[in-house]
């Protein structure tokens, strides 16, 4: 099977968002980052996030366990193949907080 190349863009403050990120002094949130980045590429939207139709526009938020949270816009080719996705948003998500036992 032919890999299809997608064009990943950035909106302004998804740029801001993922560059806070990867100057963290996290290794490994960066390392989750660029992965899941990279994921986008790699694996259509529609196979991994919530892709939803949205006032005649595909857009979509990462699924909750992500920890991450990713959210954009997606954009077909005349053959409804993804072409484009413009990220939104890209920021950590907050930690969940445990109930104490």
């Not at 490994?28 to 949205?54: G, I, K, N």
């Not at 072409?83 to 969940?96: A, G, H, S, Y």
């Amino acid at each position: 099977m032919k890999r299809v190349e997608v064009e990943i863009l950035f909106s302004p403050e998804a740029e801001r968002e993922f560059g806070e990120i990867q100057r963290c002094g996290k290794p490994l949130v960066r390392d989750w980052a660029r992965r899941y980045l990279e994921d986008l590429v790699d694996f259509p939207p529609e196979d991994w996030v919530d892709l939803h139709d949205h006032l005649g526009m595909d857009v979509f938020k990462s699924d909750h366990h992500i920890p991450f949270d990713i959210q954009g816009k997606v954009y077909y080719d005349k053959n409804h193949v993804v072409e484009r996705v413009i990220l939104t948003r890209f920021r950590p998500r907050p930690p969940t907080s445990h109930p104490s036992s």
